[in-house]
């Protein structure tokens, strides 16, 4: 069965270091979103992705944060100038219609120092 | 705002049913979900349920939704210990933002 795979499954980083998760949707998949969920936190909306531009973010997802389709498989999450409370996992999932469900990657554990 | 609750916590033994509440404030949601997630692992989509329908059964898996109550319940017959994990309810919408507000999860935990 087809699945959503996240790159690297964890990563550590400095704070005030720039990071990018990787996300590779499934093919014919065509809306995508990042989630996070900080340590035994509800997992949080970040911001929708369709037709390669962003269709809704919440609060969270402000100026350091940026969503990019670089080709016709990735995903990527960039968070320019990490700060301690980036500290989280981080869910990529994607979808192919708007009536199904969302398939979610296993995610990227981020851990700013 | 949407907000979505869930009980924390259910311990059960191995052998009984489980069942695990939610209760959810937006009454436009379209769909609703059941997610699990295991240790160290991704979300896994259980099974969901649209808005206009009352139960759907998948197996050992049961989902009854009382629309006027705004109360969603996942009941896992025969649990096994392997059903151990976080069960997160989440609302969605037939929509391409934000999709899916989860809930806080709830831990189930089975023993034999």
């Known amino acids: 069965e087809p699945e959503v795979t996240q790159t690297p499954s964890h990563q550590v980083t400095q704070m005030g270091q720039e990071v990018i998760l990787r996300c590779v949707p499934i093919s014919n998949h065509l809306y995508f979103y990042w989630y996070r969920q900080i340590l035994g936190q509800k997992v949080e909306f970040l911001v929708s992705?369709?037709?390669?531009?962003?269709?809704?973010k919440s609060e969270i997802f402000d100026d350091q944060f940026s969503v990019e389709r670089p080709d016709g498989s990735n995903f990527t999450l960039k968070i320019r100038s990490t700060k301690l409370e980036d500290s989280a996992m981080y869910f990529c999932?994607?979808?192919?219609?708007?009536?199904?469900?969302?398939?979610f990657g296993n995610g990227t554990r981020l851990t700013v120092t | 705002g949407e907000d979505v609750e869930q009980s924390l916590f259910l311990s059960v033994r191995e052998g009984d049913s489980s069942v695990i509440n939610c209760t959810y404030t937006d009454s436009s949601s379209t769909y609703l979900y059941w997610y699990k997630q295991e240790p160290g692992a991704g979300l896994q989509l259980l099974t969901y349920i649209f808005s206009n329908m009352d139960m759907k059964q998948d197996q050992r898996l049961t989902v009854l939704l009382n629309k006027k109550d705004k109360h969603l319940s996942l009941r896992i017959a025969d649990t096994q210990t392997g059903d151990s994990a976080i069960y997160f309810c989440?609302?969605?919408?037939?929509?391409?933002?934000?999709?899916?507000?989860f809930g806080k999860g709830t831990t189930l935990s089975v023993s034999s």
């Open positions: 992705f369709y037709n390669n531009e962003i269709s809704e």
């Open positions: 989440a609302e969605g919408w037939n929509q391409a933002g934000t999709a899916l507000i």
């Open positions: 999932a994607s979808r192919d219609s708007l009536g199904s469900p969302l398939h």
